[in-house]
């Protein structure tokens, strides 16, 4: 990082602190009413922190389990909107063509799709965060990057099934079966503590309904928004994004440009060149303890997830979502709980690949130990939602790391969710 850049970081900070410390300042002048408001505001915290910590230990969802619905969902796009300069990022607008009232979601949350890809047997299954906040009424939206071939991959490699077919065929009235918001990535609204997001590249979408809710409820949280994206042409929700930093007292946000061109405004779309790290991150995670959300790309989740380790962030003041396959198990990511003791290894035996491989608990889920041993197997969510990795589960015992939306068939297991309770054979 540059010192000009640093310099002008330290602005930033400055600037925020100075327009906290101006906002503070005028709410003490309405001085008794907004002692007796303080005082009902620290109950109600009291309260949503006694409801959050239910919540916590429990496996209740707090918002969407009554009236939520099971399997799928018919819903239809009722309007599209590019999201960046390069138009392969966009927000799809979907109501429920049954046009019966939708679930509320967490902010955070995501949805997930079985599309209809031509030329495949069955629907491809692929999860989008929800990229709108939880109070608004009567439609979803999510936002969709094309996925073209790696540029390192063999010619005639085909571009990402779901995101081509969203791009392509998901005009307005295209319909599409889509399973219930679910997810554990979501903002901890009971939390008064500075909140910091940071977002690589399309990683921006479940951050930006964080960002909505927080400011549709009001909060008078600090709240940082940290993005990094290649340069302009794939900043996403540009002008939203200034405007929110623009008006809203409480938001600090700061760009980060690792490729910026010619046409890149320094200081006006972007802050700072280079990468979010550890020297960016420093002096503001420093200075706050404060509930981080982290979502983008494998090696900028892999290095942040180092850089908080290297400034001992407690674990707990961590969140982080991972996009896909690719990015899902970030080396170096905080450990998994350790509900099983390290001692207890257990042989899982894929059966079908004739492989026989020891599980430790540091491996994850079976579907991770399959994946990293070469093992093919299908998945759509790799959250217990969907049901697209359900296989036999031959011999032995699983538990499951949460609670899956729908128990699979009797005798199948999900991998994607599934950690081993004794040695196992499974149909993989
Ligand atoms: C909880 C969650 C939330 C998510 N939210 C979002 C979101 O808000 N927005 C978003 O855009 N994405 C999001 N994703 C990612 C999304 O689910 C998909 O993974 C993404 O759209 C890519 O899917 P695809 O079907 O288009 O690509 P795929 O078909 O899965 O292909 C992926 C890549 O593999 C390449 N490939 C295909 N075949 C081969 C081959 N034979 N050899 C080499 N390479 C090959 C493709 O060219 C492509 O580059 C989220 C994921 C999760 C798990």
New binding site residues.
């Given amino acids: 990082m540059q010192l000009t850049e640093l310099t002008q970081l330290a602005g930033i900070m400055l600037a925020g602190a100075a327009s906290m410390r101006a906002a503070i300042g005028m709410i003490s002048i309405a001085g008794r009413k907004y002692q007796f408001a303080r005082q009902e505001k620290k109950y109600v915290a009291q309260f949503r922190n006694a409801t959050a910590e239910v919540f916590r230990h429990s496996d209740v969802k707090p918002l969407n389990s009554e009236i939520s619905w099971q399997g799928k969902r018919r819903f239809r796009v009722s309007r599209r909107v590019y999201e960046n300069v390069n138009q392969d990022i966009c927000s799809f607008y979907l109501e429920p063509n049954d046009r019966r009232s939708i679930p509320p979601f967490r902010a955070g949350q ?1 949805l997930t799709f079985a599309v209809p890809v031509p030329g495949q047997a069955e629907p ?1 299954v ?4 929800l ?1 709108n906040g939880p109070d608004a009424q009567g439609h979803y939206r ?4 094309k ?4 540029e390192n ?1 063999p010619q005639g ?8 077919y969203f791009h392509n065929h998901m005009q307005p009235g295209a319909l599409v079966d889509v399973f219930a918001p679910t ?1 554990s990535f979501c903002l901890d609204e009971a939390s008064d503590k500075p909140v910091v997001l940071i977002a690589g590249g ?1 990683g921006i ?2 951050l930006v309904s964080m960002l909505q809710r927080l400011i549709a409820t009001g909060s008078t949280r600090e709240i940082w928004l940290i993005y990094g994206v290649r340069n302009k042409s794939e900043h996403a929700m540009y002008e939203y994004l200034q405007k929110v930093a623009r008006e809203t007292y409480n938001i600090r946000m700061i760009v980060v440009y690792s490729q910026p061109t010619n046409t890149c405004r320094h200081t006006v779309d972007y802050h700072i060149r280079g990468h979010i790290n550890e020297q960016l991150l420093h002096p503001i995670l420093e200075a706050r303890d404060c509930d981080i959300y982290l979502c983008g790309p494998a090696p900028m989740m892999k290095s942040l997830t180092g850089a908080f380790r290297n400034m001992a962030v407690p674990d707990e003041n961590i969140r982080i ?4 396959p690719a990015s ?1 198990t970030p080396a170096g990511s905080p450990k998994k709980s350790a509900e099983t003791a390290p001692e207890q290894t257990f042989q899982v035996e894929f059966s079908r690949s004739g492989k026989k491989v020891n599980w430790l608990p540091g491996d994850g889920s079976i579907l991770e130990l399959a994946m990293a041993n070469g093992i093919k197997a299908r998945c759509g ?3 217990g939602v969907c049901g697209t990795c359900a296989i036999a589960l031959q011999d032995g015992r699983v538990k499951y790391e949460r609670q899956p939306d729908k128990n699979p068939p009797s005798g199948k297991c999900l991998p994607c969710i599934a950690r081993p309770q004794s040695d196992v054979i499974l149909d993989m």
């Fill in positions: 995501f491809v692929r999860c989008y965060s990229s999510v936002t969709v990057k996925i073209a071939a790696p991959a490699t085909p571009p990402g099934q779901s995101s081509t997810g399309v979408t479940p979502e991972a996009f896909g899902s969510c790799r959250q």
